[in-house]
Nanobody
């Protein structure tokens, strides 16, 4: 059974930092690209950051220079370090795993709430 379990969300003041973690089980983690999405109330889910199985990273323009995605294949975990948080970063953050060369094989976590107070 595949599970993606996010953690690390919470309430933080504007300008603060949080580190989200997503622990995967039931998959060969190293062959999956990993992504972080977020969804704010009343808005569509948006891609925040991604890291390929080969460690190539991409970021949404809104988070470039503030967020860093990384992965630890030994721990089957992907991280999202979020610095300089703003009120507009408030959302539920979701972890997504997409199998290399098979994008239809995709799994989602349950989400973790991040709230930034201004």
């Amino acid at each position: 059974q595949v599970q993606l379990v996010e953690s690390g969300g919470g309430l933080v003041q504007s300008g603060g930092s949080l580190r989200l973690s997503c622990a995967a089980s039931g998959i060969t983690f190293s062959i999956y690209g990993m992504k972080w999405y977020r969804q704010a109330p009343g808005k569509q889910r948006e891609l925040v950051a991604s890291i390929s199985s080969g460690d190539l990273t991409n970021y949404a323009d809104s988070v470039k220079g503030r967020f860093t995605i990384s992965r630890d294949n030994a721990r089957n975990t992907v991280y999202l370090q979020m610095n300089g948080l703003k009120a507009e970063d408030t959302a539920v953050y979701y972890c997504n795993a997409v199998k290399r060369f098979s994008s239809r094989t995709s799994y989602w976590g349950q989400g973790t709430q991040v709230t930034v107070s201004s």
